[in-house]
C-alpha cells in the first residue's frame, strides 16, 4: 500500500475522507489533523498512466496530496472523486469530422460523437492532439476535456481529411 505525502506528512490513503458539502462542493478531512474546503482531484499523466497518480488540489490549484492508487482511497470517498471527475473531465468518442478549422494557433472543430454533436476548440496541437497508436488520436480542447477517436482510418474519408489537414 503505498502512503500519500500531504504537506511532507505520509498517510495512508485510506484515512482521507472526501465527500460533497454542500452538494456541489468537494471537501477532505484528514482525521486529527485538518480539513481543505475546497479540493480538486486531477489526473497527473492521464494519458500515460490511466487511473494512477491522483492529485489533489486545493481552491488556489495548488497540490495538497498525491495519490498513487485512488482505488485505496475509502468507498464513500472513492465515490464523490470518481463523479467530480467525470464531472471535470468529459471524454467523447468522435464518430464524424464535420469541419475544422485552424486560425491563430486555435483549431476549431465540430464534430459528431457518441454524446451528440460539439463544437470545441484546441490550441497547440503539438501538445492537446496524443496518438495513443498508429490510428487511435486524443483531442484535448481548451478546457481539458478530451475527444477520443479510436481509429482514424474507420472514419468517413472527409473526416480523414480534415484530420490530415490540421494535423
Known amino acids: 500500500?503505498?502512503?500519500?505525502?500531504?504537506?511532507?506528512?505520509?498517510?495512508?490513503?485510506?484515512?482521507?475522507q472526501i465527500f460533497y458539502h454542500p452538494k456541489d462542493r468537494?471537501?477532505?478531512?484528514?482525521?486529527?489533523?485538518?480539513s481543505y474546503p475546497t479540493v480538486k482531484?486531477?489526473?497527473?499523466a492521464p494519458l500515460s498512466r490511466p487511473g494512477k497518480y491522483?492529485?489533489?488540489?486545493?481552491?488556489?490549484?495548488?497540490?495538497?496530496?498525491?495519490?498513487?492508487?485512488?482505488?485505496?482511497?475509502?468507498?464513500?470517498?472513492?465515490?464523490?472523486?470518481?463523479e467530480e471527475l467525470r464531472r471535470r473531465y468529459l471524454t467523447?468518442?468522435?464518430?464524424?469530422?464535420?469541419?475544422?478549422k485552424g486560425e491563430f494557433g486555435s483549431t476549431y472543430w465540430h464534430v459528431v460523437t457518441d454524446r451528440g454533436e460539439r463544437d470545441?476548440?484546441?490550441?497547440?496541437?503539438?501538445?492537446?492532439?496524443?496518438?495513443l497508436g498508429p490510428t487511435h488520436l486524443m483531442l484535448i480542447d481548451v478546457d481539458?476535456?478530451?475527444?477520443?477517436?479510436?481509429?482514424?482510418?474507420?472514419?468517413?474519408?472527409k473526416s480523414q481529411a480534415f484530420i490530415e489537414a490540421m494535423l
Do not use: C, Y
Open 1 to 16: 500500500m503505498e502512503k500519500t505525502l500531504l504537506n511532507e506528512t505520509a498517510i495512508q490513503p485510506k484515512e482521507l
Open 54 to 82: 491522483l492529485a489533489l488540489l486545493n481552491g488556489k490549484g495548488e497540490e495538497i496530496a498525491t495519490i498513487v492508487d485512488p482505488k485505496e482511497l475509502p468507498d464513500d470517498s472513492r465515490t464523490a472523486v470518481e
Open 144 to 157: 481539458g476535456n478530451r475527444f477520443e477517436i479510436v481509429d482514424t482510418k474507420s472514419l468517413d474519408e
Open 120 to 131: 470545441f476548440v484546441t490550441q497547440s496541437l503539438q501538445e492537446n492532439a496524443q496518438w
Open 92 to 100: 467523447a468518442t468522435v464518430h464524424r469530422v464535420t469541419h475544422a
Open 26 to 34: 468537494l471537501r477532505m478531512t484528514v482525521p486529527n489533523d485538518r
Open 41 to 44: 482531484p486531477a489526473w497527473s
